[in-house]
């Protein structure tokens, strides 16, 4: 796969997004958040990345270096997407998961071990 425009969002459709991302770069971080949260990660430029409903409609939560923000909806409580500062520098942080029509099931997704480099 390559670079592809994708609609998500959370259970409940109160926040949604679209993104260009590439699925074939998925990553699975077993940090204590990730570990618990599930998210398949799929990374895009800020400038790939367009909210396009929910502005409002999420809380948001930083752990650890505060580098890494972590919006999710105060209705259902899901993270469909956060945002940041990566290794690379500003970052938007796409969940599979949330992504509208896709199979997670059928993708394949990197470790990585955040538990032990964050």
């Known amino acids: 796969m390559a670079m592809q425009q994708y609609e998500g969002g959370c259970q409940c459709g109160a926040v949604r997004f679209k993104a260009e991302v ?7 971080c077993n940090c204590s958040r990730c570990g618990r949260t599930g998210a398949m990660m799929a990374f895009t430029a800020p400038d790939k990345f367009e909210l396009t409903a929910g502005e409002g409609a999420t809380r948001e939560y930083v752990f650890n270096t505060g580098k890494i923000h972590h919006p999710f909806c105060t209705t259902c409580g899901i993270e469909a997407y956060g945002h940041g500062v990566g290794p690379r520098g500003p970052m938007v942080m796409v969940n599979a998961r949330c992504i509208d029509d896709v199979d997670v099931h059928t993708l394949q997704a990197k470790p990585f071990d955040g538990k032990n480099k964050l």
């Open 22 to 28: 590439d699925l074939d770069g998925l990553i699975v």
